[in-house]
Structure formats: C-alpha cells, structure tokens
C-alpha cells in the first residue's frame, strides 16, 4: 500500500506541536557568550573611528571586534549554487563587519559578553563617528549621473542590466490602428516575517568550527563561511535542525561567518549570535521593491503586437541574490502572454536601503502584480472581459521555452480558471457587481500566474540521498534538502516508503538535520524545487536499496531475483503472491547472518537537468468601504497545478501560507525607511503591518493534478507559486468594486485615501478649502 | 534577561507607597506589557521597578454607594470586557479594551498601565474621556480624585506624584446612566494593532427618542494626548436627531482635532476618517440608545 497521494500526518508533527522538536536556541549550550552586533546610524558612510572605551569596563563584556580590526576579504552570501566558472559566480562585496557602511543598520562592530545584558550596555557604550556621505534610496535616482555611488566597483550602482529583445519592437508599434496601454506598477520593499530570527550558534573543535544556523541551505553556508573567513571549507561544519521558516530569508548566508569570527576571537568557546526583530527586518533580507513600466500595444482583436518592459529592482546595499530576481521576473515578459514582439530591460540597483535577496516567489510576485493588473487595464480599455481575454492569449498548450526547454503540457490554466470560476460564482458575482453605488461596494478578481522550477539551466544542481536499512526492516533517510516547516521531510518518507516497497511511510525515519559533515550533499530549500529535485534522488536511490534488499533475499530463499518483489515490507515471490519472509526477519538476519552478514545501505546522486512550469490563478472576493478607504477579502481561492499531489493536506497548507503572505503583500505590509535619514521606521510587528488571522477570510486551496511528465513522481512546485498570484487578483476585484487601478502596493487605506481623492470617490470639502 | 538594576515586589498599597518614596527613581510595573518592551528596547535599561502586580485588592469591578462603578486599576482587560457590571451600564468600554493587542496582552495588560502610559492610541482612553472618568490616586496622604482630561499632562505624562499609584478608575454614575456609546477602533488591520484614530461617542437621548439631550465623543491619535471634541458636542444638545445634524455634528470635530502628519497616517487621512467615525460611532450609539438615525 503505497501513502503516496495520501493525507498522512507529517512525520514531525507531534513534536512540533508539543515542543519537542529542538531548534537552534534548544541546542545552544546555557553557558554560551553572547554576541550582538553595533549598526550603522547613517545610511551612507566611512566610519572614521570607534571609541570602545566605555564599554570595555562593563562587567561581563568578553570581546569587542570592530569593522577595523576584521580581515578585509570579501564574499558573496547569495544562496546559489557556487559556479567553477567566475562568470557565474555571485557578486562578492560583503565584509564581516564595514567601514563603509552602505545603509542604517549595517554592521561596524560586534560584542562578545556573559550575558544578554552586558551585551546590550556594550553595544549602547560603543560610539562610532561617521564620516557622513550623500545616500539615495530610489532606484531611479540612484541610476542617475552624480548620485552617491555605493561600491566602487560598480560607479553607475547598476549591479547588472539584462535585455529581452524578441523580434522588432520599434517597427511592430507602426502598425496602424492599435491601442497602446502604457503604465507603471510600483511594490514596495517586504519582509518575510518568519516566526524564528535568524540564530546562529559557533564553537570549535580542535581547529574545526561547528556552527548550528537557522538556515534553508547549510551546505551552501559550509562553503560561504569557509570564503568568508578565507579558510578551507572542509575546517567548516554546518549543522541545521528544525527551523521557524525561512521563506528565502534564510537561501542567504547571514551571520553565520560573523558568529564564526568571533568564535575564533575567544578561543572557541560556544558563541551564539541571535538576531533580534528589529534588526532581522532591516539587517537580514527584503524583498526586492521594483518599478515596472509596461507599454503593450495591442490590436482590436485583443492580440498583442508589441510589448515592453522596464523593470527596476531595488538591490538596497549589497547585492546578495542580486540580478537573478530582476532577471527572473522579466522572463514572464515574453512568456505568460507570448508576443512575437519584445522589448524588455530589467535593471538591478543598488540603494542605501536594507540589502533585497530571495523571497517566496523570487521576483514573480512582483512581476504578476505588474503583469496581472496590466493584463486586466489592456482588456478593461478593449472593453472585453478580462478572463475570456486571459483565456485567449495566455501561454498556449504545447508552448515550449528554447532556454530552459519547459513546456507547457497541459491545459492548466483554463482547468485552473474553471475551477476558480466554479468555486466563485465567478460570472454571476461579475455582472452583479457593475455599476454600484454606495460607500461600500463588492468587486471580484482574478489574476494568473506563471513559475518555473528548479534552477537547470543557469545551474547545474544535483541532489543525493542515502538509504541505510535497520536492523528492524524500517530505514533512515538523508538527503541535503531541507525541512524548512513545509514539510519535506514527510513528503520524502512518502516517497521513499513507495520506492523501496515498505508497508508505511512510518517506516522511514528521514533524518530531518542536515549536518555538513555526515549529510550527502544537496543544495537546500530555494526555488519550489525539493520534493522535485529528491523524486529523482529518492527513486535512484531507493531503487538500489531495494535491488540490494533483493539480492540478499535471493540468496537466502535461493529463489531467482526476477521472481521476487519488495512488498509492503515483505519479500514476496511475485509467481505465487506468496510472502517468503518478511523485511524485518530478512534485515536481522542480513545485520547478524553467520555466513553472510551485510550492512545493507545505498547511496546515489540524481544531475537535475529538467525544469517544470508550475501554473495557476488566483480569484478574490473584496468588499471595499470607500469612506474608510480600506478593502477587505470576503472570499478567496487558490488553483495550482503543481502535478500529483505526494500529500494533499501539506499541499493545502502550504497554499493558506501563500495566500495569507500575498493577502499581507495586497493590503498592508510595506517596511518603510525615513526620506531625511534612510532610517527605517517600521522594522517591528507592530509597525509593519503582516497580515493576522483575522485579516484573512477562509482560505480555498483547490489543485488541478497534471502528472508532470519529467518527475518519477509526477510531481512540481508549490512553494512558492501560492503567494504570487494574490495581490493582482485582489487589486482587480477593487478596480471591478470601484472603477479605480490601484497600482501601487499595498493597497492600504494611505494609498486608497489618495486613489479614492483623485478619482472623485472621497471629496473631502475642508480640503478644497486649504489647498 | 532584561537589565533591571532593582525589583521590589509591593505587599499592599501602603507598602507600594513606601516603596515610592524610598525609591523615587524607580518605575512602576503592573503587567508589564508596555514597561518590559520599553525596557527591551533599551529606554527604560538599568531602571529600578517597583511591582504592584500582586495587589489583588486592585483587580476587580465594583459599585460604590453613590453609584459610581469603580474599576480597579490592576483590572486586566479581558476582565473587564467580561465583567457584569461593565457589560451592564458601560459595555462600549468591554468592547473598546477588547480591541487592545491580542489575547495574551488583554490578559495581562491593565486599564491602570493603560492609563498611567499617557498615550494618546490607548484603547481606553477615548472611552474613558467620553464618559469623563476620573482617576483615583492613593498616595502618603491618602487618595486624590483628578478628573482624566486633567490627568493627561503631555504625550507621555499624567499626573502622578512621586508618593502615588494609581488605584482606580471611576465612572460616575451621571455619566453612564440612561447614556449608550459606541467606540471604533479604526487601525490598519484587524488584530494586534494600534489606533491610527479611536473615536468613541456616547449620547443620552430624550424619553420619546426623537432629541439628544447629551452627546459626547472623544477621540485617540487626534492629538498629542486623547481629547473631547466639545464644539462638535455642542451642535447636538438638544437637538432633534436627524442626519443633517448628525453631518453638521461629524463635520464639527475638525474645530476641535488636531491631527498631525507622520510616517504612520497623514494629517488628511485622519482628518477624513475622524469625521467619518464621528457620524458612524453616533449612528450606533443612537441605535443602541433606541432611536433612529
């Protein structure tokens, strides 16, 4: 009996749910110095001295290291596969600790101490003097001639430029008679807000360091604290337990090379660097805020001549993922709706603001904001319906990309908008809703989206598994992707139970931390891609297991091998049904056999050169109190097709945490940095406004079950495609309840109080009156 | 660990005026919900703290003789939204302290710290303002009545002295009998947040429900502390109830607000929505009252 497709209860459920499961914190020894680190008060800078003096006399203060004292090496943190070829290789242009500081909150010094207190005094008693410079926070301005330059490496602070250029633009717009639908899109800076800070935890072994991080990708981390410290990565021991999320933050390398530095500098001893809230907004990972200009030219039969795009990503101060965001988000350009004529600029650059990297969905829900609410305007000044025109001119069956080779097998997105439809009521609700009057009117919407997984060709990635059988006929299994809270691990048991022919999934204990030194190696939690990546590496691996299994039942029944399966923990003769012995008696037997005794293990390495598309929509229900400015979600769904489901329970679950990050991105969440002084101003949960439980209606998670044809398991991404069809399906149904485009996230009550005014909905006369 | 340099636990109210003046630089903390944050970020580090936490003759609602419901300071939140009395003659004030935080600060946050904070979002406050509750302060001296609008200095500062704690809340029974309110919180979303605006009204209507005899409406985040709007108070004394009047009454309170413009809402925002809330907390607090509007 195969629990694949099954909603079986995750294989670590009970111990998260009663406290049990450790995490970095629970493992961190009691007696551990602690490190807080001393931020930048100026966006931009040279600091030009740091008075230590003070804190120095402070009891319990161990070590004070400042950006002066560190080695001057820098690395690269992004949490990519390492190319042999320095072409690919990630943008190196952090330090430990800075002297020229790049935004408000950088790193100039660290504390080492007893305890928490003394730390903080510490830090409070260090004064730094800057040397202050002229900084910029928008893009746009930072692109211009004389804006304050960040590294000199880069003097225009345009990390990188990457062009689509797809027949020819400037003679396709001549055509006569077309519209032209030119507009710009704005989304603002997020954060990803998961539970756990960012934690690491160092000490050494002989001349070994062993480091316990928060981390989706601890043998990326192995190599990036080894280049940071400029030591052999193999002195470098990674280790990762359960962690509080991640959702990209954590596909970075953070503070580990800083908590190992100053390991190094007190002698080894246990050093744990916990990042606090405050600071994990602001000095960890944002999310890319971008500007996207797009121009379509279309014909009166809805098709598109001509397209362009312009898209400006905000890097803020280092680059860490850099480009590939911006990259990946004007791949949709020639893509989600084809056009044989386009023009796309993508611009990466970097601003005194709090460094942008990975974040679910990688530059896609940015670029689904821009693309689905353009795609509703274009059809909105056709006067045609905006999902018969979706229907028309999205990616067709059968497309395939000549880069990346995915195609488009199946029907996914009109089954995708049926079952939205369905669900909703959708054409009912959009008639009934025209033409309303009133302070509070409904409106519904709905918004597609396009993602692909895994990283081939850009990369060539490759994932291991290990199987070891015990002695109890149940088995252990490691691979190097990670259980980040989305539950991997169960998948994996799943998978592997099926493979290897074992009765339940409860008969795989998957091995849920990833150590350096004794896990094989994968490359972590990024890219939607693990329960993809690991059906290949399961299935090989799984597949030598049970060979090996085979052949030693073979011997020991002395029945031919062809004859003989490994059923539901059985080995059965395959002739007659008849069971021979079961896996138990055949695994102690194997473990203590006078005459033959074997550790019977496999390992194997899957190259991942297949890549899938994952589609889907998004349909929402608003009810928009015009008076209040302020919209609320009544109803919601979520379609994917992500192929066959391994657990449909998980698959649901991680589609509500999607839906709730893109119902936050929508409506409230916006990290804000002070015009005067680059400062940030909101970087704590009270102030930025994460979306709550009581933000959020039932959330609908439905899928359309295409196997993919490249996945043993027929299986493809789901992680991240749930949070980036939501904010442009929300903001049509507010464009459908109140005839405004909303084109700036979050569509909160500032942004709506300023549409509502200039579109005449909200005529405040005392307004009038001053201005 | 949070850098306190001392911790004195009060055993009765005497005791903690002791403690007051033997330690005059020492803060006070009930449940610590604002004190322990403050003291986490770094504004309150190295403080001494004085506890009156364990003063149970401080919790609880009563009714005094005269009338007047008295709220012990140290009263939790979500006591007071269940408490009979409150949903009995003041419910709109159980509804607005039901909107503070989330469940855990409700539990452990008092209308006592809510008050002793000065700030000018507390959920209380406005409703306290609008049924002019006075503040009952137990010092060396014994006790001290100071009616709230007086006991609000500045953003930050009430009228303490340095040998007092705050021992209850008073609602005079003028203010509450015959008399319905409503509060809204108008926030950016719909849990754990702070006021961008609270506006909370109460009116008292004739018998035959046609005229406000009385109406009063206070607001939080409408300046540096909570206030009255009494230009727009006196537009609806007596008159009869209508929506014109209701308009002209929401439209008033920008006589008497002073919002200003920051990074969390601009000044015209908040214009707007006071006016708005204004109309929409009277339409409510006439209904509840029976009447029409």
């Not at chain 1, 190094?264 to 660097?273: D, S």
């Not at chain 2, 403050?38 to 001494?48: D, F, L, W």
């Not at chain 2, 909570?226 to 006196?234: D, G, H, I, K, Q």
Request: net charge negative; with cysteine; hydrophobic share 35%.
């Amino acid at each position: 009996m195969s629990d694949v497709g099954k909603s079986v209860i995750r294989v670590d459920a009970y111990d998260k749910a009663t406290g049990r499961a450790k995490y970095t914190d629970d493992l961190c020894e009691r007696n551990a110095l602690i490190a807080k680190v001393v931020r930048s008060t100026v966006a931009h800078g040279y600091v030009t001295s740091i008075d230590t003096s003070e804190a120095e006399k402070i009891p319990g203060v161990v070590k004070i290291v400042t950006c002066f004292d560190v080695p001057d090496i820098k690395f690269p943190t992004a949490g990519h596969p390492w190319s042999v070829e320095e072409a690919h290789q990630d943008v190196a242009d952090r330090r430990l600790l800075n002297r020229h500081v790049r935004y408000y909150g950088d790193d100039v010094a660290a504390v080492v101490a007893d305890n928490d207190v003394a730390a903080d005094q510490a830090v409070r008693a260090i004064k730094v003097t800057y040397d202050e410079k002229p900084f910029v926070l928008d893009p746009l301005e930072a692109m211009k001639p004389g804006a304050p330059v960040l590294h000199k490496e880069c003097p225009d602070n345009i990390l990188k430029h990457t062009t689509i250029r797809l027949g020819d633009y400037q003679n396709a717009i001549k055509e006569p008679g077309l519209l032209c639908v030119d507009k710009w899109y704005t989304i603002p800076t997020v954060q990803h807000c998961h539970i756990e800070n960012h934690i690491a935890v160092s000490h050494m072994e002989g001349d070994r360091i062993v480091i316990e991080s928060s981390t989706q990708i601890p043998h990326i981390v192995r190599r990036t604290v080894g280049q940071a410290l400029g030591i052999s990565w193999g002195r470098i021991r990674i280790i990762k337990p359960y962690i509080g999320g991640g959702f990209g933050n954590k596909q970075d390398t953070l503070y580990e090379p800083l908590c190992a530095y100053l390991c190094m500098q007190v002698g080894g001893r246990t050093v744990k660097l916990d990042i606090p809230r405050e600071d994990t907004f602001v000095s960890n990972r944002v999310r890319h805020a971008m500007k996207i200009h797009l121009v379509s030219w279309v014909r009166k039969d809805g098709t598109y001549a001509a397209r362009k795009m312009e898209l400006y990503s905000n890097q803020g101060g280092y680059a860490s993922h850099g480009h590939s965001i911006a990259a990946k988000a004007l791949g949709t350009l020639p893509q989600m709706y084809p056009c044989p004529n386009c023009e796309g600029d993508a611009y990466t650059v970097y601003t005194n603001q709090s460094a942008a990297g990975a974040m679910r969905g990688y530059g896609i829900p940015q670029a689904m904001f821009a693309m689905e609410s353009h795609t509703e305007d274009v059809a909105e000044r056709l006067g045609v319906d905006s999902l018969e025109f979706r229907r028309a001119h999205i990616m067709p069956v059968g497309y395939v990309d000549n880069f990346s080779k995915n195609c488009n097998y199946f029907d996914t997105y009109n089954q995708c908008f049926d079952k939205a439809v369905a669900y909703m009521d959708y054409y009912k609700k959009r008639e009934e809703y025209k033409n309303q009057t009133g302070p509070v009117r409904k409106g519904i919407g709905i918004a597609a989206f396009w993602y692909n997984t895994a990283v081939w060709p850009i990369a060539l990635e490759h994932s291991s598994c290990r199987m070891v059988l015990n002695q109890d006929g149940t088995i252990q299994v490691q691979v190097g992707e990670t259980e980040i809270g989305q539950g991997a691990d169960t998948a994996y048991a799943q998978m592997a139970a099926q493979v290897v022919g074992l009765k339940s999934y409860r008969d795989v204990h998957v091995v849920s931390t990833q150590d350096t030194d004794v896990t094989p190696f994968g490359l972590g939690a990024y890219a939607s891609r693990q329960t993809y990546v690991c059906s290949f590496s399961i299935t090989r691996t799984g597949g030598i297991l049970k060979k090996k299994i085979l052949d030693y039942a073979a011997e020991l029944t002395r029945q031919d091998i062809e004859n003989l399966d490994l059923i539901d923990s059985n080995i059965v003769r395959t002739t007659d049904g008849k069971v021979l012995k079961t896996l138990q008696e055949l695994a102690t037997e194997a473990f203590y056999s006078l005459t033959h005794s074997e550790h019977i293990t496999a390992e194997a390495t899957y190259q991942i050169k297949n890549n899938a598309y994952s589609f889907g929509c998004c349909c929402a229900e608003v009810e928009v109190d015009i008076p209040l400015c302020k919209a609320k979600v009544t109803k919601i769904i979520n379609v994917h097709d992500c192929g066959k489901l391994i657990n449909p329970a998980l698959a649901e679950a991680q589609v509500h945490g999607g839906m709730s990050m893109g119902i936050g991105f929508a409506l409230s969440e916006k990290l804000m940095f002070d015009p005067k002084t680059g400062r940030p101003l909101n970087n704590n949960l009270l102030d930025y406004k994460l979306s709550t439980f009581m933000d959020h209606p039932h959330l609908e998670a439905q899928f359309v079950e295409n196997p993919e044809p490249t996945s043993p398991f027929g299986t493809k991404a789901l992680g991240e495609p749930p949070a980036c069809p939501v904010a442009p399906a929300i903001r049509n149904a507010i464009l459908n309840a109140t005839g405004v485009e909303v084109d700036e996230l979050p569509m909160n009550p500032h942004i709506l109080f300023r549409r509502f005014t200039e579109e005449g909905l909200i005529n405040d006369p005392w307004r009038k009156e001053e201005s | 660990m949070f850098d306190m340099s001392a911790y004195y636990e009060a055993s009765s109210v005497e005791n903690a005026i002791q403690l007051r003046l033997e330690h005059p630089d020492a803060d006070i903390i009930a449940g610590g919900s604002d004190v322990l944050i403050q003291m986490r970020e770094g504004k309150r580090a190295g403080h001494k703290l004085i506890s009156i936490y364990m003063l149970d003759e401080l919790r609880g609602v009563s009714l005094d003789e005269d009338g007047t419901l008295r709220i012990g300071s140290l009263t939790s939140f979500s006591h007071i939204t269940q408490d009979p009395l409150i949903q009995k003659y003041i419910p709109v004030l159980g509804e607005a302290v039901d909107m503070v935080g989330g469940p855990q600060i409700r539990n452990i946050g008092t209308i006592g710290g809510n008050t002793c904070n000065g700030v000018t979002s507390a959920d209380s406050a406005s409703t306290l303002h609008a049924y002019e509750a006075v503040i009952e302060l137990t010092g060396a001296n014994g006790k001290r009545l100071v009616p709230i609008r007086d006991f609000y200095l500045k953003a930050g500062k009430v009228d303490i002295h340095a040998d007092e704690i705050e021992t209850a809340v008073l609602i005079p029974k003028e203010s509450y009998e015959r008399t319905f309110g409503y509060y809204f919180k108008y926030a950016m979303r719909e849990a754990l947040d702070i006021a961008t605006t609270g506006c909370s009204v109460n009116v008292r209507l004739s018998d035959d429900k046609k005229k406000f005899e009385r109406v009063r409406i206070a607001y939080g985040v409408a300046g540096p502390v909570p206030m009255r709007a009494p230009s727009a108070e006196a537009v609806l004394t007596g008159r009869e109830i209508s929506i014109e009047a209701a308009e002209e009454f929401s439209r008033a309170v920008l006589e008497d607000i002073n919002p200003r413009d920051s990074w969390r809402a601009s000044k015209a925002l908040r214009q707007h929505i006071a006016v708005e809330l204004a109309l929409r907390c009277l339409k409510e607090s006439v209904r509840r009252a029976g009447g029409e509007l």
